[in-house]
């Protein structure tokens, strides 16, 4: 068997890698990383600017719902912003210091939470958009019937539920999809 | 060159078969193992500001190496899109099997062989064959080392069985 095991070393080792010209990669990484470095950026502002925004062209001194709607509204994208930053644009610089096994537990526990963005997050997102908008709309419709406002506060939930519901189903199936096997196959990885 | 760039250069330099043949061992194949080393240099770049020095540099190459390795096969197919396949030049190279040396089919055969195995056993596998120890290998693939060896005896018998039959 030993033999065998210095026959093989001998084998192994005779493969050289392949050309690589790592001038253009290095050139591609450098471009590559400015871009995410300028996504990130985008992100880190983007939302400070819409809130911003929001405050500029709403009366909110005047009232008390534009308020509480900006705050439901903020809130929720808030919380979105953060799970994408997380699972999508955080620079993950640790991978050299995790062994085989603690990186396949890391990577489970990222997809789980991945996972949790579409079946808990987005429903709480759609939540508080709801809750903001039918804040901000009892304000904006003062001047119109109680049954005019009654049915377009109802028109607007249920389109907004409906929306969000396609969406989040058609993620959900995504995640059945890719995501749910991937996870099983890891999981075997650590037995 | 920045320092980064530089630092990079030469860690490839003295990597570089290395990080190949992990790669062809573990896909058993010259187009994908280009894809996966290319994967793997990505991760390299991005996480080596964070290399402490706690490891050696081999060690923590091989931990990436062998992480990215098991996504790849995982998730084959869907390769980051924003990031262009670099083509290795691959001219002069004998590609048809009839054009390959008795020791070329033998190297290709073990290559392919292991990467018949299952995909922690092809890691063991080609770390052990780079002349790691097995207390090197457990600190890779965070298996305990009594736990490295059993593998280990295992997958040669394995390897021995394939490689004859």
Redesign the interface.
Known sequence: ?EQ??SN??N????????????R???N???S??K?NKKERIFLGISFPITVLILLLFLPISQSYYYLTAIICIGLGMLLILWQLYKSKLK??????????????AA?IKSLKKKKLITSKYMWMYTFLLLLGLNTGYIELLQQLTIPMRILIHVLLTLSILIFMYVGIKKRMLKNKKEIEP?ID??EE?TL | MNNKEHYFTQVYEQNKDKIYRLCLGFTGNACDANDLRQEILIKIWNNLNSFKGESQISTWIYRIATNTAILYSKRKGKFDTKFPRLKPNIEGVATQEEDLSSREKEINQLYTTIASLKEMDRILMGLLLEENSYKEISDITGLSMSNVGVRINRIKKKLNKKLNS
């Open positions: 068997m065998d095991i093989w070393k084998l192994w080792e005779e493969k050289k890698s392949s050309p690589l010209d790592v253009t990669l290095i591609r990484l450098t590559v990383e871009k620079p993950n610089t640790h991978e050299g210091d995790l062994s085989n096994q603690n990186y396949i990577t991937l196959e890891l990885l």
